[in-house]
């Protein structure tokens, strides 16, 4: 099986960036997709963004099309959330997750995927 550890998380000033890791372990993270979710208090957990096996292809919740870039570096079994020009409503914890396969189709729904970090806290301040 896979584990997966978040970090990168912390406190930022709205319009500010920050970068989100993802280290999985156990197998060779080429072989999953990865997705990167959110869940703020009181509300479902959320598709952000998702990246094939590769790397080779992302695709990302409407809301952060264009500030947030997935990418990954399979050598190092590490998956890479940059967030540009964070918003006060972006304030959330953030997961990966994988799933076996290479392929991201799907990879918006979070049941598709089987393996789950332990999350970690992104505040935003306005």
């Known amino acids: 099986q896979v584990q997966l550890v978040e970090s990168g998380g912390g406190l930022v000033q709205a319009g500010t960036s920050l970068r989100l890791f993802c280290v999985g372990s156990g197998r060779t993270l080429s072989n999953y997709a990865m997705g990167w979710f959110r869940q703020a208090p009181g509300k479902e957990r959320e598709f952000v963004a998702a990246?094939?096996?590769?790397?080779?292809?992302?695709i990302y919740a409407d809301s952060v099309q264009g500030r947030f870039t997935s990418s990954r570096d399979n050598s190092k079994s590490t998956v890479y959330l940059q967030m540009n020009s964070l918003k006060p409503e972006e304030t959330a914890v953030y997961y990966c997750a994988a799933r076996f396969g290479g392929s991201i189709t799907n990879g918006r729904a979070a049941a598709s995927y089987k393996y789950w970090g332990q999350g970690t806290q992104v505040t935003v301040s306005s």
């Open positions: 990246i094939s096996g590769s790397g080779g292809t992302t």
